[in-house]
């Protein structure tokens, strides 16, 4: 058979590589749960009349087809879903009479988008989601629940800086009716161009496809300018003279957003920002309040690495609206390019933290034994494969990042041992009491210091 062709946009993680993915996965998984958000999986495949809904119709949508299927199958019509959000809708409308409201969920799972590949752009990646949907209605508060449960999410792990950036939908919408523009929504998705093309040609988009003014373009254009953190924002925005119910209520919500998160940002220790950036707008029609997008510093090239906010109408039975707020973290989108440029790394390649030496074929029994009595205790371990000579065995355990070897009682009377492989520190050791370090225990994710000779090259 010949070597296979890698598929482009596919990507797939070596063992070490993927256990900083699984770290990363767990470590959001306990602080969401520690949160109070249960967490659900959702089918592969969606209608393709639903994928289609929410403003994601740009999107190429992979369909799935059975080869030998014909117009009349019953699995014509599916296609598999692109983000997490579309199928949560979809599971609260089927699910809503077995669901407790305010429902809060987190998923993380894989979705798949046709587009061309490119760095982290991907056409399979995971994406790990939190929301909080209501029925018929949400409290605001929720708003900024969710924005301070992913703060402290992606604070706990050893990611470069991360900006939040904030808007809400509300300011803007009334900003823009306050200056009396003709097609506020047509204003939002110009205004959401700004970080791909330049203010003057924002500028006449919005007087082409908005009926916006000149006049009216340039003060839309200072209003997206307007990025702070802290209480300066309500003067920033008053200062430009608008007035409008909507707006006041929008400006309202994005300083309490910033008020309710400022704690939880400290407690980061300058890893996590949150600041309003009137620019953000996100495009996408179903959001209505809230909306942030997330960056990762030295990492601007990807543009957002995560996003969300609030959404009134995004589930509806026709009977029950089911309003909700969630953030969607790129979990693929981040990682493979800091695993690329050698920023995190896995800490070895195998969960083995011990590798029971063997001194011969006959005394197999005797290492699997140990290593049931270690597993017993949660040390994760394995047998060496063959009974060489013990130096071969440690290079072995060495290549493998695997940090301690056993070496079982060579007579009767005599104690096992346990040797360190990388301080060389061999000691005394019994299976039901001893344990490696914390840190040892399982593969971690390390930050590797660059080589200065790399720089200077």
């Known amino acids: 058979m010949a070597k296979p ?48 809904k929410g403003g994601e119709i740009d999107k190429e949508i992979y369909v799935l087809r059975r080869l030998q299927a014909d117009e009349s199958a ?36 894989p979705a798949w988008r046709g587009e061309r590949p490119q760095e982290g752009r991907y056409r399979q990646f995971t994406q790990a989601d939190i929301d909080v949907v209501g029925k018929d209605e949400l409290p605001f508060h929720h708003d900024v629940e969710v924005m301070r449960v992913m703060v402290q999410a992606l604070g706990g792990l050893p990611l470069p800086p991360l900006s939040f950036q904030v808007n809400n939908r509300k300011l803007i919408q009334g900003f823009y009716l306050g200056l009396g523009i003709p097609d506020v929504t047509a204003a939002i998705r110009q205004i959401d161009k700004l970080d791909k093309l330049p203010a003057e040609t924002v500028a006449d988009l919005l ?20 990025r702070v953190a ?18 006041s209520r929008g400006l309202a919500e994005l300083s309490s957003v910033l008020d309710g998160c400022a704690d939880a940002v400290t407690a980061t220790d300058g890893r996590v920002t949150v600041e309003a ?23 601007e090239r990807l543009k957002s690495v995560g996003g969300g906010g609030r959404y009134d109408a995004l589930a509806d039975d026709g009977r029950t609206t089911y309003p909700g707020v969630g953030i969607s973290f790129g979990v693929s989108r981040t990682l493979i390019p800091l695993l690329a440029d050698g920023v995190l790394a896995g800490s070895r390649a195998v969960p083995s933290a011990v590798l029971v030496a063997l001194a011969d074929e006959e005394s197999r029994p005797v290492s699997e034994r140990l290593a049931d009595r270690l597993r017993a205790r949660g040390i994760p371990c394995e047998v060496a ?36 492989i990388r301080s060389g520190d061999q000691v005394e050791a019994d299976a039901a009491s001893w344990a490696p370090p914390e840190d040892d225990l399982r593969p971690t994710i390390v930050t590797p210091t660059p080589d200065p000779q790399e720089k200077t090259q």
């Open 277 to 299: 950036n009137l620019r953000i707008a996100r495009g996408l029609d179903y959001y209505t309040g809230t909306v942030v997008e997330i960056f990762m510093e030295g990492y």
């Open 230 to 247: 802290d209480h300066t924002l309500v003067e920033r925005v008053q200062a430009l003279g608008v007035t409008d119910d909507l707006l």
């Open 74 to 109: 019953d699995d014509t019509g599916l296609g598999m879903h692109f983000d997490l959000t579309v199928p949560f809708a979809r599971y609260v409308l089927e699910n809503a009479g077995h669901l407790e409201f305010p429902f809060r969920r987190f998923q993380i799972q």
């Open 207 to 226: 007087v082409e496809h908005a009926g916006a003014t000149a006049d009216q373009a340039g003060r839309c254009l200072e209003l997206a300018t307007i």
């Open 5 to 52: 062709t890698p598929l482009s946009g596919f990507p797939e993680l070596l063992p070490a590589a993927r256990a900083v993915e699984r770290e990363v996965i767990d470590t959001l998984s306990r602080t969401f749960e520690l949160h109070g958000f249960a967490n659900i999986e959702t089918r592969v495949v969606e209608p393709l009349d639903r994928l289609a």
């Open 385 to 420: 494969p063959a009974p060489q000579k013990y130096g071969r065995q440690i290079r072995y355990a060495e290549r493998r990042g695997i940090p301690f070897v056993w070496f079982p009682a060579a007579q009767p009377g005599q104690s096992d041992e346990v040797k360190d």
